[in-house]
């Protein structure tokens, strides 16, 4: 008997399409849904919803409810999960490359057709079901129920939960790619410039005016070395430069706005506590990391070269009509990237400027390198050198 007019099939949409308007986690609602489903009848001991959210780092993750269970357990899926005997052998690949509706009494005496349903029987479940959650551009995705009770789901569970299912795949496909599109900009922007795009800052010029420490680092001779190397090794060298500049300043609330080929930009807003030290200790971790990858197999004839400086920037979107870049620009980048390029004259691979230097009172940590004449710029700029432990200093 279809249960399309039944009053708990309704209360059920009613609150997909109208009491999840303010929930934006995928994991909340589906916890939410599971428990609505128990109060409905239907005797759910166990749910799961995979999804594929294609991070840099991993595939997607996968959403466990329980009965009983005060918070869901979100776990991390990785690229290299569908490669495993685990997936290959499980009823989630089936489910996925077919598209089709699975369904297992799991009581049975035998072998069963996955190691899944054996674990979920000593588990104590007697039924389980999985769905394909289909959705636009090809996307696919999985949901599965089980239930401990004595002879499995009822059929008109089945048919309930089959009926519930199309608007639950409305309501999560929301959130889902909301958080790609979240995802994707944290990506490519980073985090603050994200929150700032979806807060609508999409308007070529728009921008504001900002305090910040500025570092730009910048390799050197990496022309030759693509030239001598492998592509694929001329990748993976600059993917574990870029490794060892960049999570330092993650680690330390430094913003990288981009990757210049083979060069990097980031900013500490000053408006953070302690911006500039933030600066100097991500440098300090950058220049460990880059000396320990060179002893271990990074290309030891790669040299780098980091400027910084503190200014004013103007913070937002520069670019053409159809297509804007969310940086910063300003007389004080100019200058870092100045700097940047005289570590290649002074052989140093940090150069600072003086007004960092008092900013941060950190004198005693550098050299004075005096007066130089930067291109651009018409008063001579006093330059100071940051100090660093002998075993990460390259070789100039």
Known sequence: MSLLNSPRRDSLVQWL????????DIAQIFMQLCTRL????????????????????????RIIWARGQSKPDVQIVGY????????????????LSTGSEIRQKLQIHGPHAFPLYEELRQEGHSEYTGWPIDRTQGKRHLITFSTDRPN???????????????????????????????????TYVGPHASEQILDGATTRGSGVSINAAIMIC?????????????????ISILNQYFDAVAGPVDRHGGEILKFIGDGLLAIFPLEQPRACENLL???????????????????????????????EVMYGNIGSQKRLDFTVIGPAVNLASRLENLT????????????????????????????????????????????????????F
């Open 218 to 234: 910048d390799l050197r001779g990496f022309t030759k070395l693509s030239d001598r190397r492998p592509r694929d090794e001329v």
């Open 344 to 395: 290649k004259e002074l052989q140093r691979p940090v150069l600072i400027s003086s007004e960092f230097v008092k900013l941060a009172n950190c004198s005693e940590r550098t050299e004075r390198m005096g007066l130089h004449n930067l291109r651009g710029f018409e008063e001579p700029v006093e330059v100071h050198a940051l100090r660093l432990p002998a075993h990460t200093l390259p070789d």
């Open 152 to 186: 499995g789901f009822d059929d008109s569970d089945i048919i309930f939960l089959r009926e519930i299912l199309p608007v639950f795949s409305l309501v999560s496909e929301i959130r889902v790619k909301n958080q790609l599109a979240r995802t994707l900009l944290e």
């Open 38 to 61: 128990v109060d409905c009848g239907v005797e759910l001991s166990r749910a799961s919803l995979h999804i594929r959210v294609y991070h840099p780092q991993w595939l997607g993750t």
């Open 80 to 95: 290299e999960v569908e490669a495993t005997a685990t997936f290959l052998q499980s009823p989630y690949r089936v489910v």
């Open 281 to 311: 200790q991500a440098v300090y971790y950058a220049q460990e990391a880059i000396a320990m990858a060179q002893r271990t197999g990074l290309a030891d004839e790669l040299l780098y070269g980091t400027g910084v400086h503190v200014g």
């Open 17 to 24: 399409l109208a009491g999840v308007r303010e929930e934006r």
